[in-house]
């Protein structure tokens, strides 16, 4: 019972009757996605083996193997050469690229080291011929710059011309990554990037064409392929580093958290540019680069989950408080995936094996009487169907028309106007009598209190002031990269980093450009989910209003609901899909000879079972939406009103544990508001709330008895909430900045008002200053008739 796999594709999906976050209405059946299958990026991080589950229930069997670590820190499955993962920085379309960055490389090599191989320099050889290109970034000719860019490229991507296997190119690729940063290399193509962002003949230029391609952003794509590498390469850890990779590992980790030259983190730059490009001024900036290389500098800087662990122990101890009971990642791994929810043809055999008959006499169910009854049949959050599952029967997603990613105040769901509420006890907030500390004296402390400088406290105050800006950018590339969404005319374009200059022509070309937008909106999407998961995770341990004030404003640019059209669609598909070409991924392809592709292979896809990185993704959404609604009553209404519950009980189909737990606390959160006929239809969900999800003590969340919890409540909490950050804020970073262009205060009561710093010996010459500043001055009055 249960077993998808012996039900249609896509049989147990509803009909959508349109979604919200301005993408028009689409289908939700298997669709594309259901035929065009991708694969397992090709990298290696630690294996830690997670209960291996299948991820269908029948004769359609795969398991995931090893990805419990990998899910939890952010990083790949592995691969038996790496522990990278270089092959998704590349699209299908920059393969000829590869040969032209050899190409550059060894005409300008061959002059100055003849009849040699850069593998058989010596050490000193390869810093002189690095400082030789370095020189050549130095020349005014934009060509020539491009050219030696390419050259130290071909190096940070391994001179895989050399050599003979996969593994060789990742460890020529990690030797030269470390020679780079060594010799300054970061620092000259940081220059080169901070030049391109503000080139506005290239953002002219990509403005007028009608469409952009590949070529409008081909200098931007070498630069960041460059620094992408060289993060990445030099921040992953390996046990025989020699201690002098160690030492520049902590000095470049300084180098982009506190930075020396600039006024700003290096993350914030390209936060900048992906604002730039969602107001329209830089569409041919390559997203896809951006937002990998934007991951990984939060995850070098911040550090990883492993890492935040660590830092809340730390804490703890500091502190004073009791240690962590568990580490939740760590007690995932070891859960069994649950079977997925009864559909309803079983639920209708069900009903028809009771009504046999067994007797004349006819029992009534017991019924537990709801305190949400007060409602009554207007209850807006109450279902209305019988004992059906209402995932069969809920025609209506509950997200209707469009909800535009703007930057508004709030995004509260109106609700209808309800009776007022029930007399009851009311008890004093507080304590009885009054506190013995001033108000005055709270702010002081909390002014007076020294803020630890980490990298985290650094990023969010470089962010603050343009933080709205940056989450709305973001939430608008994760939109246009949802498989869900539908092209529109005002809609931004994010594969102008994919698109060649000339459209295919063949189907074998069109099928393979197909494969190649499919995997680059899959990796856009992996990466917006990663680095907002990370950020909201540090921030919460940094601070939490820092955390408070970053999740408000993804609530306010409607990310609720954009995370749950995300998921309203045929989940089993998007798992499963195989968007990728494994022959044609890096490092693969540069050192193994090609197979002739056909039509037929494209289709077939390769072997895997299902896609690690889709899985990957639907794991951080997942656990971001747990992060915003989480105690907030507010938010969980709005899960109750955009009706998530049948979109997550979907996602229940997938038997992956980590998958179905922050789905499972989803439903649980939200179950006291969906009414009793719900909960009766649905106890196979129940059951697996109670067997996977932690409960408290007076955890009453099954029987809808918070009384407390009134929808009229909500408003003035998300408010109380809002007042609270802007307060932080304002006492924290609003420091009085001493400049000539500071506003005046023209008010007397506060101008009188305001405390003055005195010197400690002020009381000793009191008297005296009084008399030769105040008495002995003469005040003429009749000069005031005088002024103008």
Excluded at 84 to 99: G, I, N, R, V
Excluded at 394 to 402: L, N, Q, Y
Excluded at 609 to 632: E, V
Aim: proline residues 6%; aromatic residues 8%; charged residues 25%.
């Amino acid at each position: 019972r249960g077993d998808p796999s012996s039900f249609p594709a896509g049989s147990s999906a509803p009909r959508d009757c349109g979604n919200s976050v301005g993408t028009g209405r689409n289908s939700v059946g298997t669709g594309r996605n259901s035929k065009e299958q991708a694969g397992i990026p090709k990298n290696r991080c630690h294996i830690v083996s997670l209960q291996a589950q299948p991820l269908f229930a029948g004769p359609r069997t795969s398991e995931l193997l090893g990805v419990g670590s990998c899910l939890a820190e952010g990083e790949a499955p592995p691969h038996p050469c790496c522990s990278l993962s270089p092959p998704e920085l590349y699209s299908y379309t920059e393969e000829p690229e590869l040969s032209l960055n050899r190409r550059c490389f060894e005409e300008d090599f061959h002059t100055q080291v003849p009849d040699r191989r850069w593998l058989e320099l010596d050490r000193a050889q390869q810093k002189a011929h690095v400082m030789h290109l370095l020189d050549g970034l130095e020349v005014v000719s934009r060509d020539r710059r491009l050219r030696v860019a390419r050259a130290i490229l071909y190096l940070a991507q391994g001179v895989f011309g050399d050599c003979d296997n996969e593994g060789d190119v990742l460890h020529w690729s990690r030797h030269n990554s470390f020679l780079l940063y060594q010799l300054g290399t970061f620092s000259a193509f940081l220059e080169l990037l901070n030049m391109e962002i503000e080139n506005s003949q290239a953002c002219s230029s990509a403005l007028r064409k009608p469409a952009i391609s590949l070529a409008d952003s081909t200098e931007l794509r070498v630069l960041l392929s460059v620094m992408y590498l060289m993060v990445e390469n030099i921040r992953v850890e390996q046990e025989t580093d020699p201690p002098e990779w160690q030492t520049c590992r902590e000095t470049f980790r300084m180098e982009l958290s506190f930075p020396v030259h600039t006024e700003e983190p290096f993350a914030l730059l390209l936060f900048t540019m992906v604002t730039k490009f969602c107001s329209g001024h830089a569409p041919h900036f390559p997203m896809k680069k951006v937002l990998l290389l934007l991951w990984k500098v939060l995850l070098f800087t911040l550090g990883g989950f492993e890492a935040l662990q660590a830092m809340k122990v730390r804490r703890r101890e500091e502190l004073g408080l009791p240690p962590l009971p568990e580490d939740s990642i760590q007690v995932v791994r070891g859960m069994r995936a649950a079977s997925p929810p009864a559909c309803a043809i079983e639920l209708v055999e069900q009903q028809q094996q009771q009504q046999k008959p067994r007797g004349h006499r006819s029992r009534r169910p017991l019924m537990k009487q709801d305190s949400l009854d007060i409602y009554n049949e207007r209850d807006p959050f109450k279902s209305d169907e019988g004992g059906v599952d209402e995932e069969e029967n809920d025609e209506d997603s509950g997200m209707e028309g469009e909800l535009e990613l703007l930057e508004r105040d709030t995004m509260v769901p109106a609700l209808p106007a309800q009776r007022p509420p029930m007399d009851r006890v009311s008890f004093p907030k507080g304590l009885p009598w009054a506190p013995k500390v001033r108000q005055k004296d709270i702010e002081h402390f909390l002014e007076a209190k020294e803020v630890q400088e980490t990298p985290c406290e650094v990023l969010y105050r470089a962010m603050l002031y343009n933080l709205p800006q940056y989450m709305i950018a973001l939430l608008k590339i994760l939109l246009a990269a949802a498989p869900t969404s539908k092209a529109k005319t005002d809609s931004i374009n994010i594969l102008a980093d994919v698109l060649p200059e000339e459209m295919p022509i063949t189907v074998l070309q069109s099928m393979k450009l197909g494969i190649d937008v499919n995997r680059h909106k899959e990796i856009i999407v992996k990466s917006i989910s990663a680095l907002l998961l990370l950020l909201l995770k540090h921030l919460k341990l940094n601070h939490i209003y820092q955390f408070e004030y970053v999740s408000q404003h993804l609530v306010f640019a409607n990310c609720i609901p954009l995370i749950l059209k995300f998921f309203n669609q045929n989940i089993m598909s998007y798992i499963t899909a195989k968007n990728s070409i494994s022959v044609l991924d890096y490092p693969h392809c540069t050192v193994c000879d090609l197979p002739e592709l056909t039509a037929e292979s494209l289709e077939a896809g390769d072997n895997n079972q299902f896609c690690w990185r889709n899985l990957f993704s639907c794991i951080n959404l997942l656990r971001i939406l747990n992060k915003l609604t989480k105690w907030k009553h507010s938010r969980t209404m709005m899960l109750v009103v955009f009706k998530s519950a049948p979109i997550l009980k979907r996602a229940l189909k997938v038997k992956q544990a980590m998958m179905q737990l922050y789905v499972l606390k989803l439903l649980k959160i939200q179950t006291k508001y969906l009414g009793r006929q719900w909960r009766k239809s649905n106890m196979k969900t129940m059951s697996a709330i109670y067997q996977k999800v932690r409960h408290r003590m007076n955890d009453d969340w099954a029987y809808g008895n918070d009384i407390d919890a009134r929808p009229w409540d909500f408003q003035a909490e998300e408010c109380t909430l809002r007042a609270n950050i802007e307060a932080f804020n304002s006492r924290r970073y609003d420091k009085a900045q001493e400049s000539e262009f500071a506003p005046v205060d023209n008010c007397l009561q506060s101008v009188l008002g305001q405390r003055l710093e005195l010197p400690h010996d002020f009381h000793y010459s009191y008297e005296l200053w009084l008399e030769r500043e105040v008495f002995a001055q003469p005040i003429r009055w009749e000069e005031l008739l005088h002024c103008q």
